[in-house]
């Protein structure tokens, strides 16, 4: 669960996955929030810039990166307008992953894993987050063009893509620091901090614990149930698994990127969770 290299044409390929699919919902859903709910309309975007400063300001992520988690919190914020919002756990991420982040950082410095003090790129933010607002998309097709009731499956797989890249951020960036010595997860064998798909335990339980948080956020947020719950969050501390495993069979290869890697796994936690929610609720 170490942070890697990314592979420039992978990065791109990422932004371009989402990006446009995110800007297409944005005038769909921003078009007809003005005309029926113009203040939900301007709160959207009051809140998605200042997201953006915000992070901007605190070095968790550069120009394009703000940019593009600004994005991403007014697609949320219009597929969950009000009090009872997705913003919230993606709130408890931002402030969970740049605490973990900036814990430990001259060790990091010292090793050569620490972040870059500018912060996250437009690609790394789409990475992490990119699949859990695309997440929205389905929803707001059905309230466009459709007059059944909206299903809560892809609110779960929102919260799963969410714990998942919350899990993997502080799995790598604490099981650095705090976890001692890492071992690749298929075969236990010890490896140098900084090899791809190493895990530690205590970087592992600090993951799942950063998932835990995100999904406890959603309790209150987004009135998730038991089984919703259940779900989100197993599902999330599978796509952390997944994520070690790309990084041990194909990232250590040069096959794949750290962005590419990051995508698949959220993806692969937002897709588990939305089948569970679909065949076993």
């Not at 969050?233 to 495993?245: E, Q």
């Not at 990084?247 to 897709?271: H, I, P, Y």
């Amino acid at each position: 669960m170490s942070r890697s290299r990314s592979i420039p044409w992978q990065s791109k390929t990422v932004l371009l996955l989402i990006l446009p699919v995110l800007a297409a919902h944005l005038v769909l859903d921003l078009g007809r929030e003005m005309t029926l709910r113009p203040l939900t309309a301007w709160t959207a975007i009051g809140i998605s810039v200042t997201f953006g400063v915000l992070a901007f300001l605190l070095r968790a992520a550069t120009a394009g990166g703000a940019a593009t988690g600004a994005l991403v919190a007014v697609t949320l914020y219009l597929w969950t307008p009000g009090w009872h919002t997705a913003l919230w756990p993606l709130g408890a991420l931002l402030v969970l992953t740049l605490l973990a982040t900036r814990f430990g950082r001259r060790a990091k410095e010292t090793l050569g894993v620490a972040e870059g003090r500018r912060g996250r790129t437009a690609a790394q933010v789409a990475a992490n987050i990119g699949v859990a607002a695309v997440c929205g998309v389905p929803l707001t097709l059905a309230a466009i063009f459709s007059a059944e009731p909206v299903s809560r499956i892809w609110l779960v797989g929102m919260m799963a893509a969410l714990g998942e890249a919350t899990a993997d951020t502080l799995s790598s960036e604490l099981g650095q620091v705090l976890g001692g010595e890492p071992r690749l997860l298929t075969t236990l064998q010890r490896v140098p901090r900084g090899t791809d798909g190493a895990v530690t335990l205590v970087g592992t339980l600090c993951g799942i614990a950063g998932a835990a948080v995100v999904v406890a956020v959603a309790v209150p947020a987004l009135e998730f149930g038991l089984e919703e719950i259940e779900i989100a969050l197993g599902a999330a501390v599978l796509g952390l698994f997944v994520d070690s495993l790309l990084g041990e069979w194909v990232e250590r290869m040069g096959w794949l990127g750290n962005d590419a890697v990051n995508t698949l796994s959220t993806l692969t936690a937002a897709l588990v969770a939305v089948g569970a929610m679909r065949w076993l609720v």
